[in-house]
């Protein structure tokens, strides 16, 4: 076993002699080698492994008698390896001069190149006209550029230094190869080493922000390179420059880094994502523990909603069940499961228990007799059949409309039917009024449509004006807010009723007036102007021209009729009617004025005319400037001058132009006076004056007063005043005698302030 492991060693050593010999020298050594490197420094840094190798070989073997046999053998074989090496050398060196020698060492395969081209020492050139030596290599400091502070710079031996010194010493030769083979040993000065956490990495990169990923192909060397960023992709080079040692090694390692920073990048990317999605999990599962606990509360809910409807139908069925009982217990589930009673839809239920109770109540009930029957009740069930939309009771098939259409509407439809006449809207009006705010839209159509619609369509078609006591608007006109163009078609009837009696009507029938004028507002401007301008123009025309002004005896009476009609004739007829009047009213004062009169009767004369305009022809232009011409011929005959007879359109057009800028110049005046004028009227207003207040105004004052509704009911006349709401109570007003009426058991009587506030309440109190 001993001379076995001598054999191997013999054998390993001439082994590692040959690949020495033939293996081609890495980076920085052999033939190869860079500029300042010679082929002994590799060999100097195979003996220092060598002798690394021995040292600990020696180490390995026991100390006894046979490993002292084999140490010395070790011994034998290490000094003939050595003597071999110093005679290859000195082999070598005989065969080249001492420059060439020194020039190899040092340049490598650039001076076997010029040797080759017949250099044989000494200077370049053909007439050794060169340089002598090789251009010197000066080492500068690290990371310094050319021309920075111009830096010392060693020089290198010149070529016979170099051949001196090419053949080491004994000594030297172990000094040289520890300094060659500091790569392969640790620095004796050591660095401080700084060690960065992950967190601290991960700060790092959060800093500098977000970078966008890229890949860089590198395919400039033998081996394509992927990079990340371009700070690296010259690392190597550089290293080199700077005199980086083993820069191959730093690459790899640098990449080794990068790869371990982009681990923890991503594992800390994983531990994010597991963080949120921890928080998201958490957050699902309270979601569904409160949806947990929300549907076991709704089961309980059930479960008590299922025990009430339980005790509901047994009280159903043993006939023992109230509507006060049924209203209290689904009032109560309402109360208590708001949202349940909503989805479970259990107004449907109760509105199932409710209809039969309902009909039971009203049962031979006459809505026009009793209006206000029940409407407490209705009220409360309102509430519970329709929750939180009782204002909204639009829904067609909601029970809450159901219950009215099956309990409501059929005693409505009976009573309507058969006791209620069109002509006496009193009694509909009335129970409308009261149910106004418990009928739904649906409901309330309905009746109109089905009750009070075929009534109203009955009463016009067997209406005679000429036999009829009651006008036909003072029971279509309350109609007009709930029906409204429902109404057209009866609309057209009337005109035909009213065309064919207002044939043989004389202006001298003022109940043609009364008739006719309430409609003035209700029929289209064009049927109302084809009405007048048909019937009523033609025969006012005619009283016109045979009405003659006599100052000593005059006779108004169809002036009068003529004036009647001025609010209902559209203004440019009535212009026409007013011509006629003031042709003749001029012709008799220019004739008057020419006789040499009392300028005091006439004025008086022309006051008394003028007073009998009414105020809607006083306020037009075409009536004024006709007064005028009366007026400035009076003037004429005054200051003496010749009166011109009326006609002339020189004269007229003269008396025109004067009367238009008397107006102007008028205008002018009472605009500059208004401003003073209103700021005295308003101080004394506030100082002295003293508003004297109506009586309707008194009225609304005191209903604003005690929180009461005071409005004027639409289209509802009672012996020509308006019909007024004073609360639940209806009055009208008569300004005339300064009095108060209300409606009390279908008449009217006088009544103060103090009794319509005890009406009203006596009113309300009925209703509950």
Wanted: aromatic share 8%.
């Amino acid at each position: 076993m001993p001379r076995q492991e001598i054999d191997r060693n013999s054998k390993d050593d001439s082994e590692l002699m040959d690949e020495d010999d033939t293996k081609p020298a890495g980076l920085g050594f052999g033939a190869s080698a860079g500029i300042g490197f010679s082929n002994a420094s590799s060999k100097n840094a195979n003996r220092e492994v060598d002798a690394h190798e021995e040292k600990d070989e020696e180490e390995d073997i026991l100390p006894t008698a046979f490993g002292k046999k084999i140490k010395e053998a070790a011994r034998l074989r290490r000094e003939e390896k050595n003597k071999s090496v110093l005679a290859k050398k000195s082999s070598g060196k005989n065969e080249l001069d001492s420059a060439g020698a020194g020039a190899y060492q040092t340049f490598g395969k650039g001076y076997t190149l010029i040797q080759k081209m017949g250099y044989q020492g000494g200077a370049l050139g053909i007439k050794k006209q060169g340089i002598l030596t090789p251009i010197e290599v000066k080492l500068r400091p690290k990371n310094s550029g050319l021309g920075f502070n111009e830096p010392k710079e060693a020089a290198r031996p010149v070529l016979q230094e170099l051949e001196e010194k090419s053949i080491p010493h004994p000594s030297q030769s172990s000094e040289g190869r520890s300094k060659e083979n500091l790569w392969s040993k640790k620095d004796l000065k050591k660095k401080k080493k700084v060690y960065v956490t992950a967190e601290e990495l991960l700060a790092q990169k959060q800093e500098r922000g977000i970078e966008i990923s890229q890949k860089i192909f590198d395919m400039r060397g033998p081996q394509v390179r992927v990079l990340s960023d371009l700070k690296n992709l010259n690392a190597e080079d550089e290293a080199r420059e700077n005199g980086v040692r083993m820069p191959e090694l730093q690459h790899n390692i640098r990449l080794v880094v990068d790869l371990a920073e982009l681990d923890i990048q991503r594992l800390d990317k994983d531990l994010r994502n597991e963080r949120e999605t921890v928080v998201a999990l958490q957050k699902e599962k309270e979601r569904l523990q409160k949806e947990a606990h929300h549907q076991k509360q709704q089961l309980e809910n059930m479960e008590e909603i299922e025990s009430t409807l339980d005790q509901i139908g047994s009280m159903s069925s043993s006939g023992t069940l109230t509507l006060e009982t049924l209203a209290k217990s689904f009032g109560d589930l309402q109360k208590r499961f708001l949202d349940d009673y909503t989805i479970c839809n259990l107004s449907c239920i109760a509105c199932s228990y409710a209809v039969p109770l309902f009909i039971r109540i009203f049962q031979g009930w006459d809505p026009l007799q009793n209006p206000t029957h029940g409407v407490e009740v209705v009220s409360l069930w309102r509430k519970l059949l329709l929750g939180k939309d009782s204002f909204s009771i639009s829904a067609t098939a909601s029970p809450y409309t159901q219950l009215l259409m099956e309990v409501i509407f059929p005693a409505v439809k009976i009573s309507g039917t058969n006791s209620w006449q069109a002509r006496d809207p009193e009694p509909m009006l009335r129970f409308l009024e009261s149910w106004e705010q418990l009928l739904p839209p649906p409901v309330l159509q309905s009746m109109l449509d089905n009750v009070i619609m075929p009534k109203i369509s009955a009463a016009v078609d067997s209406w005679d004006p000429r036999r009829e006591t009651i006008p036909i608007h003072s029971w279509i006109h309350p109609w007009l807010p709930l029906l409204g163009h429902k109404l057209e078609n009866c609309y057209h009837t009337i005109r035909n009723r009213l065309a064919n009696v207002l044939h043989a009507w004389h202006p001298s029938d003022m109940s043609a007036y009364y008739i006719l004028s309430p409609w003035k507002s209700v029929f289209d401007p064009a049927s109302w102007e084809h009405l007048m301008v048909r019937y009523i123009i033609p025969k006012l025309l005619t009283v016109m021209h045979e009405l003659q002004i006599n100052p000593a005896n005059q006779n108004l009476d169809q002036f009068y009729w003529v004036r009647t009609w001025a609010t209902a004739v559209p203004t440019h007829h009535m212009l026409q009617l007013m011509d006629i009047f003031f042709n003749k009213w001029q012709e008799v004062l220019y004739h008057w004025l020419c006789s040499k009169p009392n300028f005091e009767e006439v004025t008086k004369w022309y006051l008394g005319w003028k007073e009998l305009l009414p105020p809607e022809l006083q306020a037009n232009e075409h009536i004024r400037l006709r007064l005028n011409l009366g007026l400035d011929m009076m003037n004429q005959a005054v200051e003496g001058m010749e009166v011109a007879p009326p006609g002339l359109k020189e004269n007229i057009s003269y008396l025109r132009v004067r009367e238009q800028r008397q107006f102007e110049t008028q205008k002018k005046a009472a605009a500059a006076q208004a401003q003073p004028r209103a700021d005295s009227g308003n101080q004394a207003d506030t100082t002295n004056g003293e508003h004297e207040m109506s009586l309707k105004e008194v009225i609304e004052i005191h209903a604003q007063q005690n929180g009461l509704l005071f409005k004027p009911k639409v289209g509802r006349t009672q012996d020509g005043h308006q019909i007024y709401g004073f609360g639940n109570i209806s009055i009208i007003i008569d300004s005339l005698n300064q009095k108060v009426f209300a409606q009390t058991d279908d008449r009217w009587s006088l009544v103060s302030l103090e009794q319509l506030l005890e009406l009203h309440n006596h009113s309300r109190s009925k209703r509950r």
